[in-house]
T-cell receptor
Framework: NAGVTQTPKFRVLKTGQSMTLLCAQDMNHEYMYWYRQDPGMGLRLIHYSVGEGTTAKGEVPDGYNVSRLKKQNFLLGLESAAPSQTSVYFC????????????FGQGTRLTVV | AQKVTQAQTEISVVEKEDVTLDCVYETRDTTYYLFWYKQPPSGELVFLIRRNSFDEQNEISGRYSWNFQKSTSSFNFTITASQVVDSAVYFC????????????FGGGTRLMVKP
């Protein structure tokens, strides 16, 4: 089925470990986003990309890095995980011109202990 | 800069009541898009509606209706005859129409519909 796929769905990390979350979309969308959602809170934008090879900072970029080497993939990296990064992470994509809805992945639940 | 405010953090109603969720936005652009998403307890984000800034017509879809008023920068969402299955967190979101802009969400409104 077409859509946005996030891997992994769950992960537990120890403080200081690194990991990469993968977001893949098969709709040829230009725009991709990474959000985090903390309990009882809305979605806060971490980083986003307006096209292959480009990335930009969102509201809460510290402690994260991203890459968009291929149009269909948007990677979110944590170089040295901290307990404050325990959250649910969502990836989204939209078409250029925003004439489509923003499609979301199913989320990744990350716990840093 | 762009901003979305959902002043109601939590609303509780009894089944069959009507309920309106407020959304107020800020943007400098004349071209922008507004969205509503539903997040049920299962956690996924479900698209409900998209509206562009040039289309101020209100929309009705079953028990759902949306009121878009540019004059007050609001895009409110009404559920008529609420049901328990409507219990969820609802998010309003905005993206400005020029290239390179962020999709920004409001803080969400948790709706609890009691039987």
């Amino acid at each position: 089925n077409a859509g946005v796929t996030q891997t992994p769905k769950f992960r537990v990390l120890k403080t200081g470990q690194s990991m990469t979350l993968l977001c893949a979309q098969d709709m040829n969308h230009e725009y991709m986003y990474w959000y985090r959602q903390d309990p009882g809170m809305g979605l806060r934008l971490i980083h986003y990309s307006v096209g292959e090879g480009t990335t930009a900072k969102g509201e809460v970029p510290d402690g994260y890095n991203v890459s968009r080497l291929k149009k269909q993939n948007f990677l979110l990296g944590l170089e040295s995980a901290a307990p404050s990064q325990t959250s649910v992470y969502f990836c989204a994509s939209t078409g250029q011109g925003f004439d489509t809805e923003a499609f979301f992945g199913q989320g990744t639940r990350l716990t840093v202990v | 800069a762009q901003k979305v405010t959902q002043a109601q953090t939590e609303i509780s109603v009894v089944e069959k009541e009507d309920v309106t969720l407020d959304c107020v936005y800020e943007t400098r652009d004349t071209t922008y898009y507004l969205f509503w998403y539903k997040q049920p307890p299962s956690g996924e984000l479900v698209f409900l509606i998209r509206r562009n800034s040039f289309d101020e017509q209100n929309e009705i879809s079953g028990r759902y209706s949306w009121n878009f008023q540019k004059s007050t920068s609001s895009f409110n969402f009404t559920i008529t005859a609420s049901q328990v299955v409507d219990s969820a967190v609802y998010f309003c979101a905005l993206i400005q129409g020029r290239a390179g802009n962020m999709l920004t969400f409001g803080g969400g409104t948790r709706l609890m519909v009691k039987p």
